[in-house]
C-alpha cells in the first residue's frame, strides 16, 4: 500500500523552528517529486514546496527563505525544516507525492499524508 | 503567479442533482488543471488530473472539461458521499495555486 506518514508538528513560539518529517512506503520514492501543502485552520489549501527526483527545490513566496525542503532517499523521507516561524504559518502540513503515469509527471497530488498540525502561539 | 478563482463558493443540492463548479486561471494553463475533494478532517483526496482524467477509482459521475482559463468539474448525480469541499489547482507552473474550494452542502 502506497502511503505517507507526517510527524513532528506542534506548538511552538514565534520565532522559533521545527522539523516535520515525511515516511514514505509502497513506491519506490526516489523516482517522485515530493510537496508540502498546508492548510490554515478554515481555511483552503495553498502549495508550500516541492523538491525533484533530483532534488531541485521551489518554494512558494511566503516561506521562502525561512524554510528548507529536503529529502534522505536512504530512508524514504521527505523534510520541511522551518525556522523563523510566523503566527500566520499556523495550519496543517501534508506531504503529497506526485502523480506520474505514461512516463509523464502530471505536477498533481495524488496520495497525501494524514496531516500534522503546527501552532505558532506564544 | 497564476491566481484560480473558483465558483460558486458554496453551493446546496439534493441527492440525485447535477452540480457543476467553475474554476477560473488568471492566465492559461492549457488543461494542466487538477481537481480535489475533502472532506472534513481529512485529507484532500485526486479526483481529476489533466483536466479531464479521472484518476483511478474514482467513480465515472465525477468529470472534468476546459482548457485554457475555464474549467468545470460536473457530478452528474450527486450522491451522500459527494458532500465535501472540492478545490481546483493549476499544475502549469511555480508557485502551484489552488482555488479558493467550493463546498457542496445538503439542501
Known amino acids: 500500500e502506497v502511503q505517507l506518514v507526517e510527524s513532528g508538528g506542534g506548538l511552538v513560539k514565534p520565532g522559533g523552528s521545527l522539523r516535520l518529517s515525511c515516511a514514505a512506503s509502497g513506491f519506490t520514492f526516489f523516482t517522485y517529486g515530493m510537496n508540502w501543502v498546508r492548510q490554515a485552520p478554515g481555511k483552503g489549501l495553498e502549495w508550500v514546496s516541492s523538491i525533484t527526483s533530483s532534488s531541485y527545490m521551489y518554494y512558494a513566496d511566503s516561506v521562502k527563505g525561512r524554510f528548507t525542503i529536503s529529502r534522505d532517499n536512504a530512508k524514504n523521507s521527505l523534510y520541511l525544516q522551518m525556522d523563523s516561524l510566523r503566527a500566520e504559518d499556523t495550519a496543517v502540513y501534508y506531504c503529497?507525492?506526485?502523480?506520474?503515469?505514461?512516463?509523464?509527471?502530471?505536477?498533481?497530488?495524488?496520495?497525501w499524508g494524514q496531516g500534522t498540525k503546527v501552532t505558532v502561539s506564544s | 503567479d497564476i491566481q484560480m478563482t473558483q465558483s460558486p463558493s458554496s453551493v446546496s443540492a439534493s441527492v440525485g442533482d447535477r452540480v457543476t463548479i467553475t474554476c477560473r486561471a488568471s492566465?492559461?494553463?492549457?488543461?494542466?488543471l487538477v481537481w480535489y475533494q475533502q472532506k472534513p478532517g481529512k485529507a484532500p483526496k485526486f479526483l481529476i488530473y489533466a483536466a479531464s482524467s479521472l484518476q483511478s477509482g474514482v467513480p465515472s459521475r465525477f468529470s472534468g472539461s476546459g482548457s485554457g482559463t475555464d474549467f468545470t468539474l460536473t457530478i452528474s448525480s450527486l450522491q451522500p458521499e459527494d458532500f465535501a469541499t472540492y478545490y481546483c489547482q493549476q499544475a502549469n507552473s511555480f508557485p502551484r495555486t489552488f482555488g479558493g474550494g467550493t463546498k457542496v452542502e445538503i439542501k
Open positions: 492566465q492559461g494553463i492549457s488543461t494542466w
Open positions: 503529497a507525492k506526485y502523480y506520474y503515469d505514461n512516463s509523464r509527471y502530471y505536477n498533481a497530488f495524488d496520495i
